[in-house]
Structures are given as structure tokens and as C-alpha cells.
């Protein structure tokens, strides 16, 4: 029994197998130990000559060598690793944000650990954990975080980018999507399409975060109207909350002719309920939009007209500002940046005015 268990152990009895480091590389290569650790930057991959990057190359294949990235880490005082922290209504809009977020993070040789927040959980074990791996820099997508996380940046002066995380006081850097901006233009839109009486579907029931300027955006378009007129009904982003709206609004009287969410999964469930229960045909006697472009948007039984967030120029931006706080070469005055929106017109809305007016 014991011969076989030696089977399985590489080296001599009793001694562990060398790792193969960077100075057995630079002394299989001729180089120096700083040469080696220069191939493996990508920092460095302009400034190093196509034969020593190879003579490097094939001595690191030889002996089986991997660079070891903490050990690295350490070396540079970083870690290297970026915490972005996401809300618990994690919907199809924030994985696209943060497979983008990611992307642009790898192309910086940075790698991702990933935080899930809620409402309802101790969200300062998130900011604890973040501190013990010595984060490099920490991206926040959770508006329902963002109270707690500024005494972490203040208190640790890690750099902190949010994303379309909507704050009248910004503690640090931010970039968001330019919500009154989208909500204007989408009543415009609708306005010209020939819709008068109108409903503004917010999101401020939910446990997260409701988006003030988006309201704000579509009545202060409206209002300007006097042949139009618009109500608020308050709702909470979910399929539910559109059904139970649409149930209590299509029994009344005084049915509107257009109406606008600030979430679609609320648009869906007035659709399905219009359609489905009150024969209501869309969008020939209703007309339905909403903020956020998700992927089910698209779909045949929707065709959702909506207000579409621009993820990647949300996720570069951010990079970028998080970037030169790591570096220490951006501005001292904190930068709130907005993105603007595009509309992406689908079959959900009456057709456009015929003379082709513009939005």
C-alpha cells in the first residue's frame, strides 16, 4: 500500500513539488527576474521585443510556470480586484450593465468580485467584506446602498463609482442615465402620436429605488398641453402591480388612451390584463410604453415601446471614472456624468402623426 501512495507523489519521498517561479524562468531564459514579470504585464506589452518576449515564452512553457497574480498583487500594493456590488431586482437591463462592466473591466486586467444587496439584509457585511479582500476600487449598482455606502468611501478613501443611482447629494463619482431627458422625449413621442389622456405609472410602492425625474420628465412635457391631460398612479416595477393597476384603472369610466411605466414589467401586466380580460385592443384604443428596454420587450405578444438605457456607454463611463480614481489623475470635484437615452418605437403605440413630425 505505502509503494502505491508514492505512486501518486511527485518528487522524491517526502518533498512537496517545486512551483516553478519567475527567477527560474528569468534563469532558464538568460533574463532578468524583472524581464519575466514584464512579459506577463499587460502593462508592458507595447514596450517588450517580440525575441524576449519569446525566449520568456518558451522558458516559462518548459518548466510549466503560470504567473501567480496574488503574489503579484502583493508586490504592487493592489489587488486587482474590483467589487461591484448589485440589487437583489437584479432584471435583464443590470446583467447587461454588468457583463459590460466586467468587459470593460477585464480589458484593464482587473477582475470582478461580485456583492449581492437587498433592502431587507445587513448591507455593512458587504462593505466589511469588500475591506478584508482590499478591494481596489468598488462600483455600485444598488440604489438601495448607496445611504450606507458613503461612510465606507469616506471612512476607507476606496475609490467608489455609482451607476444610475440617482442622488440630489453625490458623495463620490457617478454616472447615470439622463431619466428627465428619456421621459420627456417618450411623451413627446406619444403626444404627437395622437394620445390625450394619459396615465404616468411610477415605481414608488417598491422597496427600491423609484426614479423621480422620470415623472418629473413626462409631466412637465404633458402639462405644457392644454388639450392634454395626465394622471399618477403609483405601482412597484412588478408584473403584479401592472395587473392589479390595470384591473382597478379599466373599471373606471374615464379609460385612458395612453399609458406610461417607469418599469416594463409593469407595462406587461396592463397589457395582458387590457388584452385578456378587458378585450381592450393595443394599441388601437390603447397606446402603452415604458421606461426600460428589456429583452421580453421585444417580443411578439409586447412589441413594447420604451425609453432604452444606454449600458454600454453607462459601463464605460463608469470604468473610466473609477480608473482614474484608482490612478489618482481624476478630477477633485466629484463628476456626476449623464448618458443620455434613446426610444426604440415598437407596435405598442398608435402609429406616428403622418406628417412625420419629429420627436
Not at 417618450?186 to 402620436?193: D, G, N
Request: aromatic share 10%; net charge neutral.
Amino acid at each position: 500500500m505505502k509503494k502505491k501512495l508514492d505512486d501518486f507523489s511527485s518528487g522524491h519521498s517526502g518533498q512537496a513539488a517545486h512551483t516553478p517561479t519567475s527567477r527560474d524562468v528569468a534563469l532558464r531564459a538568460g533574463v532578468s527576474q524583472s524581464s519575466v514579470c514584464r512579459v506577463f504585464d499587460s502593462k508592458w506589452s507595447e514596450r517588450i521585443s517580440p525575441a524576449l518576449r519569446q525566449r520568456v515564452l518558451s522558458a516559462a512553457k518548459e518548466l510549466g510556470y503560470s504567473p501567480n497574480a496574488i503574489a503579484r498583487s502583493l508586490t504592487a500594493n493592489r489587488s486587482g480586484i474590483i467589487g461591484v456590488i448589485v440589487s437583489e431586482d437584479f432584471n435583464e437591463f443590470y446583467y447587461d450593465l454588468l457583463r459590460r462592466i466586467t468587459n470593460e473591466l477585464q480589458k484593464l486586467d482587473m477582475r470582478v468580485m461580485l456583492f449581492n444587496a437587498a433592502p431587507y439584509r445587513e448591507i455593512k457585511q458587504v462593505f466589511q467584506k469588500l475591506a478584508e479582500y482590499r478591494v481596489d476600487g468598488v462600483i455600485v449598482t444598488a440604489a438601495a446602498i448607496s445611504n450606507v455606502a458613503e461612510p465606507f468611501y469616506l471612512d476607507r478613501a476606496i475609490p467608489m463609482v455609482l451607476v444610475n443611482i440617482y442622488s440630489r447629494e453625490p458623495f463620490c463619482d457617478s454616472v447615470i442615465t439622463d431619466n428627465y431627458a428619456g421621459s420627456n422625449q417618450m411623451a413627446r413621442f406619444l403626444y404627437q402620436c395622437g394620445c390625450r389622456n394619459f396615465v404616468y405609472v411610477s415605481a414608488e410602492k417598491s422597496r427600491y429605488f423609484d426614479v423621480p425625474d422620470r415623472k418629473i420628465g413626462f409631466l412637465d412635457y404633458i402639462q405644457q398641453k392644454g388639450d392634454a391631460s395626465c394622471r399618477h398612479i403609483a405601482g412597484d416595477y412588478s408584473y403584479r402591480s401592472g395587473q392589479e393597476i390595470a384591473r382597478a384603472l379599466f373599471s373606471e369610466p374615464n379609460r385612458p388612451d395612453c399609458i406610461f411605466c417607469s418599469g416594463s414589467r409593469m407595462a406587461y401586466g396592463i397589457m395582458d390584463v387590457a388584452r385578456y380580460e378587458f378585450g381592450i385592443s393595443i394599441p388601437e384604443k390603447l397606446s402603452v410604453a415604458a421606461y426600460d428596454d428589456l429583452d421580453t420587450s421585444a417580443l411578439g405578444s409586447y412589441q413594447l415601446t420604451a425609453v432604452q438605457q444606454q449600458s454600454d456607454g453607462l459601463a464605460q463611463t463608469a470604468v473610466r471614472l473609477l480608473q482614474k480614481g484608482i490612478d489618482g489623475t481624476g478630477s477633485p470635484e466629484i463628476e456626476t456624468i449623464q448618458v443620455p437615452p434613446s426610444l426604440v418605437i415598437r407596435k405598442s403605440v398608435r402609429s406616428a402623426p403622418a406628417d412625420g413630425s419629429s420627436i
